[in-house]
């Protein structure tokens, strides 16, 4: 789920080597922003409550592109400069003084603020912010340096039909023609890059934690009736972790806002998290694509990020580690122990390769990849809490969350912690899980085998297969047979599915659960005449991934049926990407004499979604299809070219490969040529770059 979205999804991280300035310190900013979505620009002021910790004669704030109508300090005209990325401000002020700094603004922001769908007729236009990696300074004089903690209050304006959503405490509202102010008041410092808003059509949910803290989780009017399967265990998630934590969630309430296109799964912005709506599912897609992990991982940020900050990316361990093993706690909480201890399995094995292909990384390797940051660093927690013990692990962590609240951290003092609490040295636990470039696989599955029957069960399996005489399928099943995991079992059909006689498959399309059946869904390389009326089965399964490989492989391998399978599944949609949809207009489009009256029909629906107004999923998806099979229209061809120019890395690299190889054809290098006069100055920029 989440690696199909995040490769990062949710795998992303901030290597920060931002300019610091020790002498002063910034503690308070009142900010006030109007958002103007037609021309894209932010209007704003911002006062800042600075003290200096030694005598200064300049100071910098980071300012993207920025023009500055006033730079006031201490109410007075001041000296200042202005580069392309921050004002430098030249005055001279003594040791341990306070002081106020007032800014006004205006800027079009090239990125951390994004405007989705104002351009056109959408439905649904949306304005929202990405902090981390992409700079809060691109909209607001503020600190690329994480060290630098503020507490920001918020005044936003914008058109009063719309919501607007921002970190902190709501405290009142204010309507002054058509535009509505919104003041959101924050009552503890954070780094820059976790401010937030969000603008768009939402509703909310509202509950309350069990220690009283408001939980708002917002939704789009039209999805009202997928707001219990997208947020399914969000206060069990909230409650559960603050209790293992051991301690109180550190902000004034908790949000959690869906925008369309976003840049990674989900954003920890402080009390605010930001997260892609292609987790806004129903009931059915909960066992395809469900928010659960990417809830819980946002939601632990809000202590391991948020309230203790990483020194810089040398420590990046003590975020994204942390956040992906609680987030797996939680997981284990929610779905049960054979689910979190398969998972740690599945990411011992990615690790593995890592280590085998010579990438193997170290966790204070300030360059490493996602995967190590964020899944050996869960294996490395894993390992620790595993070493010293729920008690003593529970009283390091707490301790170290409340020596160095609103602070920044560093894995030294992190481990100092640890060793307090557990009276232990833990030298060797830095030099296997830390410091070693290689993943420890062997001291890990040790580990797996000792806390899982099912995995030891697998183990034990794998090692008959290769030392017992008699058939592999006779092993196979008495393993099967003993065990009720269908962890296990899935992994017995993904390693040894060739093993597998017909009449055994057959049985498990029987008798087996809905992930198993999924599983043989996915893998079964071909389906046979002696599985077809099993296999047929999969068609009424409880599950759009499941629907889409079996209507697939059905359509392949039995085209004489085909009209049947098109006609069981017509009206099915699938995930947010439409996977079913899509894949059904496809194949209705190309099966000879199927409703022929429709194929233009088909046709136009198919090609509609590579529209800018659809998510990138959706187009991504359509733009395969009708690449693969009818080729691309003109408005295809248009559609394409904006998306080279998407926000998100991952679909504007899809779109400029796949334009890439539509333009070794001649065709369609000549199509393109004569639609240049339709493309707008940034489009035809890029297009001219590829064919001229």
Known sequence: MQKVFLSILLCFFQISFAQRQDKVDFTHADVSVTID???????????????????????????????FST??????????????????????????????????????????????????????????????????????????????????????TFDKRYEVIANGNLKNTEISGGLKTWNYDMTAPMSSYLLAFAIGNYTQQAERSNSGIPLEMYYYPSDSSNVEPTYRYSKQIFDFLEAQIGIPYPWQNYKQIPVRDFLYAGMENTGATIFSDAYVIDSMAFVDRNYVNINAHELAHQWFGNLVTEEDASHHWLQEGFATYYAYLSEKEVFGEDHFYWKLYETAQQLKELSIAGKGEALDDPKASSLTFYEKGAWALFKLHDHLGDAAHKKGIGEYLRKYQFQNVTIPQFIASMEAASSLDLTEFERIWIK??????????????????????????????????????????????QSDSDFLKTAILQNYYTSLSESFLRKVLDEGSGRIRQVLAINTPKVTKGLKSDFETLLDDASYVTKENALYKLWIYYPEDRGVYLDKTET??????????????????????????????????????????????????????????????????????????????????FSRDLLDQLLENENYKKRLNVLKEKLNKEELRYINSKTT
Not at 40 to 61: D, P, R
Not at 93 to 111: A, C, E, F, I
Not at 119 to 134: A, F, L, R, V, Y
Request: charged share 25%.
């Open 436 to 481: 070693n470039t290689d993943f420890p696989f062997e001291l890990a599955m040790e580990s797996l085998k000792k806390h899982s029957p099912s995995i030891s069960s697998f183990y034990e399996l794998q090692r008959e297969l290769t030392t017992t005489k008699g058939t592999n399928e006779a092993i196979i099943i008495r393993f099967w047979d």
């Open 37 to 67: 979505p037609n021309s894209q620009e932010i209007t704003g002021s911002v006062s800042y409550t600075f003290n200096t910790n030694e005598k200064v004669s300049s100071f910098f704030l980071d300012a993207k592109a920025m023009e």
């Open 71 to 156: 730079v006031l300090l201490n109410d007075k005209k001041v000296k200042y400069t202005i580069e392309a990325n921050k004002i430098t401000l030249y005055k001279k002020l003594r040791k341990n003084s306070t002081n106020k700094l007032l800014l006004n603004y205006r800027v079009k922001p090239s990125q951390a603020v994004y405007f989705i769908g104002w351009d056109q007729k959408d439905s649904n236009p949306q304005i929202w912010t990405q902090g981390q990696g992409k700079y809060t300074s691109h909209w607001l004089p503020s600190f690329d340096d994480m060290t630098e903690k503020v507490e920001f209050d918020l005044q936003l």
């Open 572 to 653: 099915c949609i699938g995930l947010p990407n439409k996977n079913v949809r899509l894949l059904w207009l496809t194949l209705a489009m190309i099966t000879k004499d199927y409703q022929p009256e429709k194929k233009s029909v088909f046709y136009s629906e198919l090609s509609g979604y590579t529209a800018s107004n659809y998510s990138m999923e959706v187009r991504q998806g359509a733009f395969q299809y009708l690449s693969d099979t009818v080729g691309l229209s003109d408005q295809n061809l248009l559609d394409l070219v904006n998306a080279c120019l998407h926000h998100t890395w991952q679909f504007r690299k």
